[in-house]
Every structure is written in structure tokens, then in C-alpha cells.
């Protein structure tokens, strides 16, 4: 009879070394999925077409990525590494050029690409156009507060960027060289 | 009756109870490990572009997903090599983005529907002629906050 048998004694005492085995492979091969990426606000749908503006040109700053991922920046084609530098002295216009930005708060950046364009030079001339503003912004906080301008007030963020304000516009692009 | 009381009399044998808590923390790591990784089931290639102005996602409930990018190997038989889009689990139509922007509308706090961000996961290869018409799509759905999914790059 079975029953009457003594119950074989299983040892547990390596439980806890399988169980910590387990954890730690699984802490090992599992990869946390962080979630980053570049933030972006896109303008509200209307149906009518947007109402004509009148623009000085020495406040646009357009940025035309086409089919080729070739650039053209102001009608001058310009490599991407020295986007956010040109970006940067545009909006600031240290020098106060004739045909640079008046003040930073008139200057816009028009970026009109094809639809050929592939989306990593896309994002990443954005990125650089972003750059440029946080840079901008980052310098104008050490200039103002001596601190960077994550570590500022509220406020004294908001004050920034309502002098520095990121005014990026997107042209529809043009039916270019869609990969069918 | 009889039959219970003769079963009492006899030596019942002792389960041992100190490996309970080991397999009960082992269950709690295969939950853990399990609910993380269960993400919706890639069916694009997606190996989003690299960029250094990043922000990161805070809230996971209020995050929706698009993926655009090439269908997979085994899906390009039934779904061709053009790149797709992808809600959730399923190939979709640009049709499909304001009932999904919808959907996931009316599964969060009605005070927190402004601060719905959605996430684009698109493959760097992908054009931007089908990214255009997601984007319209979003705008006209009302979905204004999105996120460009992006790795991050060393400067």
C-alpha cells in the first residue's frame, strides 16, 4: 500500500538558487523598452487653404529636402552638418545682416520636403532644426539665469520661449519621386 | 462517516512548505517578465532613425502607436514590399487611424484626451509620401501631440 510508505523528502534548499537564476536570466535578456523620441505639435486640419501671408523673406528661412535627400537651404544647397550652425546665426543674426531674421520671435523656418524624401534625412534635418532652438535657448538661459534651462523656474522657461519660440512650418510636399 | 475517520487515523505525509515562497516569487518574475514583453507583434521592419533631441514618453496609457516601414519576409506575399501601417497587431488602412485615434480616446480619463501623444515608429528607409498621409490622417482626426520615435545618438 502506497499509502503507507514515508513520503521521499524532496530537498528545497536549491530553490532558491534555481529561482535566482531565473531572475537574473531573464533580468539579462529582457531589454526595457524606452521610449524617446523627437516631440512634435502638428497644426490643427481645416479644409480651406491657409490664409495668404505677408512675409518679409528676410524672416524665412526655407528648407527644401528633396527626392535625392539633397538640401536646399535658402536656394543654396548646403550640407546637413552645418544646418544647425546657419540655423542658429539666421535666427540670432549676431551680426544684424540685411537678410537675416530681424528678431528671433519674426523668424521662421519653412521645411518643405518630397515625397520621395526618406524619413531618416527628414528627422534628422528636423533634429537639427530643433537643435538649433535648444541650443538657442540653452545659451540664452546661461546668458540670463547662469543655469541650464532645464534646471529653470517655470516661468523663466515660458519667458524664454516666448522669445525664442520654435516656429517650425511644413510645406505639403510635392508628389516626387514616391517609390511605388 | 465511517469511511473519513478511518482515513484520519492514518500518518498523513508532511508536504513540505519551504519552497512555496521560491515558486511563488518565480510566478511573480514570469508575470513580471511577461506583461513587459508583451508589446503588440511587430509585422514591419522598423529600425527608427537616430536623433539627439529627444523626449521621452512618460506616460504609457496615453501613448498610442503607429508603425509604418516594409512588411516583414513571411508577410510580403499577402501584403507586398511597399511600406505598410501597422495599429496594433494588424496591417491597416489609412482609413482605420480615426477609429484607433478613437478608440484609444475613449479608453483614457476624459480630462487627460489633450495629453494623448502618439508615437510614430517608422522605419528610416520608409518615404515620406506615406508618413504625409498618416500625419493628415492624425490632423484630421485631431491628434495633435505626436512623437517621433527615435534612438538616441551621441552628439
Request: charged fraction near 30%; hydrophobic fraction near 40%; avoid cysteine.
Amino acid at each position: 500500500m502506497a499509502r503507507d510508505r514515508k513520503a521521499p523528502e524532496v530537498n528545497a534548499g536549491s530553490m532558491a538558487d534555481i529561482a535566482f537564476l531565473l531572475l537574473i536570466f531573464f533580468l539579462v535578456t529582457t531589454t526595457i523598452v524606452v521610449d524617446k523620441g523627437v516631440l512634435v505639435k502638428l497644426p490643427p486640419w481645416s479644409n480651406e487653404p491657409p490664409p495668404e501671408m505677408k512675409l518679409n523673406s528676410r524672416n524665412v528661412y526655407s528648407v527644401l529636402v528633396n527626392a535625392n535627400d539633397d538640401l536646399l537651404v535658402r536656394g543654396e544647397p548646403k550640407s546637413i552638418t552645418d544646418l544647425r550652425a546657419d540655423t542658429k546665426t539666421f535666427i540670432m543674426n549676431p551680426l544684424k545682416m540685411e537678410d537675416m531674421a530681424e528678431k528671433p520671435t519674426k523668424a521662421i523656418i519653412s521645411l518643405k520636403n518630397d515625397r520621395g524624401t526618406s524619413y531618416g534625412t527628414y528627422l534628422e534635418v528636423y533634429n537639427e532644426l530643433k537643435a538649433a532652438y535648444n541650443e538657442l535657448r540653452e545659451e540664452e538661459a546661461n546668458k540670463r539665469h547662469g543655469k541650464s534651462f532645464e534646471y529653470l523656474e517655470r516661468d523663466e522657461q515660458k519667458a524664454i520661449r516666448a522669445d525664442i519660440p520654435l516656429v517650425i512650418s511644413e510645406a505639403e510636399p510635392t508628389n516626387f519621386g514616391e517609390d511605388k | 462517516m465511517g469511511k473519513f475517520t478511518k482515513k484520519r487515523g492514518k500518518a498523513n505525509p508532511e508536504v513540505s512548505t519551504a519552497s512555496l515562497p521560491d515558486i511563488i516569487f518565480m510566478l511573480l518574475f514570469f508575470f513580471m517578465v511577461v506583461t513587459v514583453l508583451r508589446d503588440s507583434e511587430l509585422k514591419v521592419a522598423n529600425n527608427v532613425p537616430s536623433a539627439t533631441e529627444l523626449t521621452k514618453l512618460e506616460k504609457k496609457s496615453l501613448v498610442n502607436y503607429l508603425f509604418i516601414g516594409k512588411p516583414l519576409d513571411k508577410f510580403q506575399a499577402t501584403y507586398g514590399t511597399k511600406p505598410q501601417l501597422q495599429l496594433g497587431d494588424k496591417f491597416a488602412d489609412l482609413k482605420e487611424i480615426p477609429l484607433y485615434i478613437e478608440k484609444h480616446r475613449s479608453s483614457v480619463n476624459e480630462k487627460e484626451i489633450p495629453s494623448i501623444i502618439s508615437s510614430l515608429k517608422i522605419d528610416g528607409k520608409v518615404t515620406m509620401g506615406i508618413v504625409q498621409d498618416v500625419k493628415t490622417e492624425l490632423r484630421k482626426s485631431g491628434q495633435l501631440k505626436v512623437n517621433y520615435s527615435a534612438k538616441p545618438r551621441a552628439d
